[in-house]
């Protein structure tokens, strides 16, 4: 009874098997590694994860520790099992069941204590540990008991087979002796399995620690997106107040003008009524006398008044909404919000100008020092000792010495163009002053539908094709990490260069056969 309340125990509630590799909820449950992941990514599907047996509920993907004591537990019961498995065997002759202690190979029945002595009384046949079955400790040819092994043949065999059967002449080993030799083996081969078993288990740990760590911080980076998300909601509601505000200011003054304008301009048509009322009553005078003696109507021309107001302030009556403020308005709080974000994230987005004296005589540089195109005609420019003469390169003006940089630059996709990072050390002439082909620059080639990377004259050509024109470049300067992406939709990491730099990292283009290339703001 008690080592089959020991086995409930080490039962996984899962597979209601015992345990393998048991872990760990932080509630203190206990399941099979495979059947509590599989629950859990069945879980993942509704939104949630509860532990199966008490139902505590975890907002994310709850860690799983490995319990290793449980697992030393349940590998010693196991080792005990055909002595446990005993007990579920009964013995034959009792009327009420009872745990069989051996079993007759001869009589082909389980016995327990009281009729194992009697049996042991009366005949000398062959007992071995309690089986429901005793066919595979027979002979299949000959029904005899197994007694030999055959070393040669690599079988268990009986008496008949070994004298006169296929075995005949063939040098054998009772089963035991064959058993203990083949026990010696496997203790040898245990003794090279435990160490190699032995490096494996620090290698898992550490495999889970960094599952674990990447969990968190993956937990942490959707923290942090959530809040930045709900800032930017906020500032985004601001801006929208912001823009709707001087629409309302601008509505509200112009409306002002023009009421004020209708209300002078009903005054003065309201003055011309009178007056061509007392006009037109004049006509209708007989008396010359009266008429005459009546003192003229002076006309006013009110041509000019309806651009004054009434503090003297002119308005148009063609005025109108001002969009540009109302565009200007809402583009500043949007820039605001992308500095807010990237400040957030740590990211800055340096403003990149490029360097006309740096660049060779056929890069042609657009006067915004943004766009740099390979040109078939010479640029006459005045010499340079910092121009590159023998490729069509071009530097940024300012290097990046720190920090954690990002943008993005756009290709014509045309030709052969290199993206590169470098030192403002790198030779002007000669092969050593390409790009890629030194150990001063970490460059990117597109062309021909191919991705390659270069450093130091060493290529690798990339298994993904360019889908899109639009690439971003990421500098952690400290972390010592450069990487390019593909601004697609998903965006896709292309490649990303370690290194520990010791200068200040300029932006750099080379262009072939008419490539030119666009750094975007």
């Known amino acids: 009874m008690a080592s089959a309340e020991l086995r409930d125990e080490l039962n996984c509630s899962i597979c209601l098997s015992l345990y393998t590799d048991p872990v760990s909820l932080r509630c203190g449950h206990n399941f099979c590694r495979s059947c509590i992941v599989s629950v859990l990514d069945a879980q993942e599907a509704a939104g949630g994860y509860s532990c199966p047996d008490c139902r505590a509920e975890y907002p994310e993907h709850p860690a799983l520790e490995k319990n290793r004591k449980l697992r030393n537990i349940v590998e010693r019961f196991s080792s005990t099992q055909p002595d446990m498995e005993a007990t579920r065997i009964f013995c034959t002759y009792c009327d009420s069941p009872a745990p069989a202690v051996r079993t007759c190979l001869q009589c082909e029945t389980s016995m327990c204590h009281k009729h194992l002595t009697a049996h042991n009384k009366s005949v000398n046949h062959n007992l071995i540990e309690p089986t429901l079955t005793s066919k595979d400790q027979k002979c299949s040819t000959h029904n005899e008991i197994l007694k030999y092994y055959c070393p040669i043949d690599a079988t268990c065999i009986c008496v008949s087979c070994w004298v006169a059967g296929d075995h005949k002449g063939h040098d054998v080993e009772l089963l035991d002796v064959a058993s203990d030799k083949k026990k010696e083996k496997l203790r040898k081969q245990l003794d090279d399995l435990n160490p190699q078993k032995a490096e494996i288990q620090p290698r898992v740990q550490n495999l889970q620690d960094r599952k674990r760590k990447i969990q968190e911080k993956a937990s942490d980076k959707r923290k942090n997106i959530s809040k930045i998300f709900m800032d930017i909601k906020k500032q985004l509601e601001m801006a929208e107040k912001k823009a709707l505000s001087e629409i309302s200011r601008q509505e509200e003054k112009i409306v002002s003008q023009i009421s004020h304008l209708i209300k002078k301009l009903e005054i003065q048509e309201d003055e011309l009524s009178r007056k061509m009322r007392h006009v037109e009553e004049m006509c209708r005078v007989t008396d010359p006398i009266r008429l005459l003696q009546e003192s003229d109507i002076t006309v006013c021309?009110?041509?000019?008044?309806?651009?004054?107001?009434?503090?003297?302030?002119?308005?148009?009556?063609?005025?109108?909404?001002?969009?540009?403020?109302?565009?200007?308005?809402?583009?500043?709080?949007?820039?605001?919000?992308?500095?807010?974000?990237?400040?957030?994230?740590?990211?800055?987005?340096?403003?990149?100008?490029?360097?006309?004296?740096?660049?060779?005589?056929?890069?042609?540089?657009?006067?915004?020092?943004?766009?740099?195109?390979?040109?078939?005609?010479?640029?006459?420019?005045?010499?340079?000792?910092?121009?590159?003469?023998?490729?069509?390169?071009?530097?940024?003006?300012?290097?990046?010495?720190?920090?954690?940089?990002?943008?993005?630059?756009?290709?014509?996709?045309?030709?052969?163009?290199?993206?590169?990072?470098?030192?403002?050390?790198?030779?002007?002439?000669?092969?050593?002053?390409?790009?890629?082909?030194?150990?001063?620059?970490?460059?990117?080639?597109?062309?021909?539908?191919?991705?390659?990377?270069?450093?130091?004259?060493?290529?690798?050509?990339?298994?993904?094709?360019?889908?899109?024109?639009?690439?971003?470049?990421?500098?952690?300067?400290?972390?010592?990490?450069?990487?390019?992406?593909?601004?697609?939709?998903?965006?896709?990491?292309?490649?990303?260069?370690?290194?520990?730099?010791?200068?200040?990292?300029?932006?750099?283009?080379?262009?072939?056969?008419?490539?030119?290339?666009?750094?975007?703001?």
């Open 301 to 521: 021309s009110h041509g000019g008044d309806e651009d004054t107001g009434g503090d003297g302030e002119e308005v148009s009556t063609e005025e109108d909404l001002d969009e540009v403020l109302i565009s200007l308005t809402l583009h500043r709080s949007m820039m605001d919000i992308v500095t807010n974000v990237t400040s957030e994230l740590g990211v800055h987005v340096p403003d990149i100008l490029l360097d006309v004296d740096t660049a060779n005589e056929y890069v042609k540089i657009s006067e915004d020092l943004k766009t740099a195109t390979r040109s078939e005609e010479k640029q006459e420019r005045p010499e340079s000792s910092g121009r590159s003469l023998t490729y069509a390169q071009v530097l940024s003006r300012c290097g990046l010495f720190s920090g954690r940089h990002y943008w993005e630059v756009e290709w014509n996709q045309i030709g052969r163009c290199g993206i590169a990072l470098s030192y403002p050390s790198i030779e002007r002439e000669g092969r050593p002053s390409g790009i890629g082909c030194n150990h001063k620059s970490w460059t990117l080639f597109m062309c021909d539908g191919i991705y390659e990377v270069g450093h130091n004259s060493v290529a690798l050509t990339l298994s993904v094709k360019p889908t899109c024109p639009t690439l971003g470049v990421f500098l952690d300067y400290e972390a010592g990490r450069l990487s390019f992406y593909e601004l697609c939709d998903p965006i896709r990491h292309l490649h990303t260069f370690t290194a520990s730099f010791t200068e200040p990292l300029h932006f750099c283009f080379c262009l072939e056969d008419g490539a030119s290339v666009t750094i975007r703001s």
